[in-house]
């Protein structure tokens, strides 16, 4: 699926507030199946029990065609996929209790998007690779009662 404009400039975004914000973040494209092309952001160095995350921001597939039967291409909910690392066997992240879990969730909260988490094993740290389904753990919706219109 074709990368919006939205997801670019939103990342492009985020970017700049987490730098403002003092943390390092490091750009790259997806080359992901079905993400191709979506902005993905690094932000601290990847490393067991290092503060790091990476994220992910895609457009929602579509789940039908126009009047043509051709993919929908106006209207793509947002959504920004969290990659973060667990302690030991509990959903407790590294980044949890900490100033950059903090300002993380609230960078990526403020923007009205469906906001998904993913939860890797503290291994040798994050990679894009990480974020798939088996390891989804929960999904925020900016309004309860019309998810997917609301979301940015």
Known sequence: MAVSAKAISLAAELVDDLTRRGYTCTQAVST?????GSPVITVGTPGTNNQSCVFRVCQLNPLSTDALGLAITGFSPTIIQLGLEKQGSNYLSVL???ALGLDLMGVLLSRGTILELYMETNAAGLAEADLVSAKL??????????KQMDAQ
Request: charged content about 20%.
């Open 137 to 146: 753990v929960k999904t925020w919706y900016s309004d309860l009662k019309y």
């Open 96 to 98: 949890a209790m900490n």
């Open 32 to 36: 992901v199946s079905g993400f191709e």
